[in-house]
């Protein structure tokens, strides 16, 4: 038989990457979202494989409602990608982001833990629990200092998961996720918005793009990858908690020169600061060590800022044509 995954927040970025990855090594994909009739699910459509994917409404800080669906659905293996999944919304909408990821990933683990079936859990960590680490790269012996209520949130998670694998010994583990991104991230993520306008700079559709802070620095992978990363994690013999990373930081600045150079532009031309983009706090410099993932799991990152951003611009162009 094959195995049976359920992808909490199956429609985001990685939710739809996941997807992809899962189907094509046979499993039978189930997908949440909190209004599945409703919801557009526009990234597994993007991808072409929307009709190959089981569909189910959940709302993960309803814990009837998350044991309706395990027990419905008994998967195999549960991916947790759902929650609140921006840092500069979280600290707008703090109550909502502590209780979609953090109440959220307490209902599974204890939906989990009252079936007694043998699911293993996938969590969404983040590398925002750690907070600024300076030039140390951090790694899954890093403290946590989340500075935004996002990463106090995926903090909280964290330990509910290390909590739930010690005490009851459940095989879940977090997997702690740097930067990564794809042409379907949204532009409410900063990355996105930078391609999107320099593209539109470079069709005359726009004439300046306005960012915040473009003096942080953050490592920058290719989110495709990352959701290997994850899939690996759910097939060892024993859970742990594994940092993804390329183990290479650049500037946001870096980030947007790039963009901007790839359309034949000079960025300082047309990228004005706005000050009411700025964070109340921002982690200053962000440096993962993947090296646990390479020995353990055998994962490595192919693809650094600039690939990203290359691939980003292209994909982006297709749009124009």
């Known amino acids: 038989m094959p195995k049976k995954a359920l992808i909490c927040g199956v429609s985001g970025q990685d939710g739809a990457y ?111 629990c750690f907070g600024n680490t ?31 694998r010690e005490a009851y010994g459940l095989f879940a583990c977090s997997g702690i996720l740097y930067n990564h991104e794809s042409p379907l991230r949204p532009e409410r993520f900063v990355t996105q918005k930078i391609i999107s306008g320099a593209c539109r700079i470079a069709k005359g559709e726009q004439n300046h793009l306005y960012l915040g802070n473009i003096s942080v620095q953050r490592d920058w992978g290719w989110a495709p990858e990352y959701v290997e990363a994850m899939y690996l994690m759910l097939q060892q013999n024993e859970p742990d908690d594994y940092v993804i990373a390329t183990g290479e930081t650049s500037k946001l600045e870096d980030f947007v020169a790039e963009a901007f150079a790839c359309l034949g532009l000079d960025w300082q031309e047309y ?22 993932a390479k020995e353990k799991l055998g994962w490595q990152a192919q693809y650094t800022m600039k690939d990203v951003v290359r691939m980003m611009i292209e994909d982006k162009q297709k749009d124009y044509l």
């Open 134 to 164: 300076g030039e140390q790269p951090a790694d899954e012996n890093t403290p946590f200092r989340p500075r935004s209520p996002y990463g106090v949130a995926k903090a909280t998670a964290f330990w509910e998961v290390a909590n739930y």
């Open 18 to 128: 996941l997807a992809e990855l899962l189907l094509n090594k046979g499993y039978i994909v189930c997908g949440t979202s909190r209004d599945a009739q409703m919801s557009s699910f526009n990234n597994l459509v993007r991808l072409g494989i929307h009709d190959q994917i089981k569909l189910a409404s959940v709302a993960l800080t309803d814990f009837r409602s998350v044991l309706q669906v395990l027990t419905k659905i008994q998967p195999d293996e549960v991916y947790n990608l759902a929650g609140q999944s921006s840092v500069g919304l979280s600290f707008e909408q703090p109550v909502e982001t502590l209780e979609s990821i953090a109440t959220g990933t307490l209902n599974l683990l204890e939906a989990i833990r009252f079936i007694g079936a043998p699911i293993k859990l996938y969590n969404a960590g983040s590398s925002e």
């Open 271 to 292: 990228v004005t600061t706005d000050g009411s983009l700025l964070r109340p706090t921002d982690i200053v410099i962000g440096r993962g060590n993947p090296a646990n």
